[in-house]
């Protein structure tokens, strides 16, 4: 499903973000990507959604280069993709509701299939009796909820978390990862990027970690180590 080539990725400034990268993921994998800050999760997840482009190398997405995709095949692309990162990035003054339903209000979606889609993916994150609420009004790891039911509203194939549980203490960190793996048991390839060892080291799938850009461990049921 995604395959990384020989890719390299070098910032203005010759910064070096990843080196030489080679992967292979298959289509419903639940993939950590571990490492210390500044060793190119977030590159790497940032090169998947083209917002970087590789330096060198090939990024392939269902065996396609994804750099050959035309500017109106970039959005498309993009709606495979859900991404959830540290801090929400929530609309503080709409309710979850309107967080959620907003990307398909966007797509032009009709007011009932929207009602249904939104209602559906609530369901799945467990935020129903939130709907009308406010982003304010939650915790910390419901706002991370509704981050992640607006990943989702497009149905992607891939939902990439950049450091989701960043801001959450232990228990709602947990909780999250539970409904990743919920997720990925639906059906989505889950790729997850974070410094937090103790998470890593109980979900026990996939482990890719970095160092310094580089792939130094790829194990199928990982830990963290480092
Ligand atoms: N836009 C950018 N311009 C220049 N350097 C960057 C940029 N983004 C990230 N970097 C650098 O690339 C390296 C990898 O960063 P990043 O991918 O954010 O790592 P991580 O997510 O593991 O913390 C770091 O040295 C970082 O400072
Ligand atoms: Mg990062």
Redesign the pocket.
Known sequence: MIKFHNVSKI???D?V?LRNINLDINSGEFVSIV?Q???????LLRLLILEELPTMGQILFNNRDIITFTRREIPLHRRKIGVVFQDFKLLNKRTVFENVSFALEVAGRGSRDIRQNVGQILDIVGLTDKSNKYPTQLSGGEQQRVAIARALVHHPEILAADEPTGNLDMINTWEIIELLLRINKLGTTVLL?THNKDTVDRINRRVIALDKGMVIRDQKEGKYMI
């Open positions: 910032y203005s400034g910064v973000a490492g800050s500044g060793t190119g999760k977030s590159t990027a």
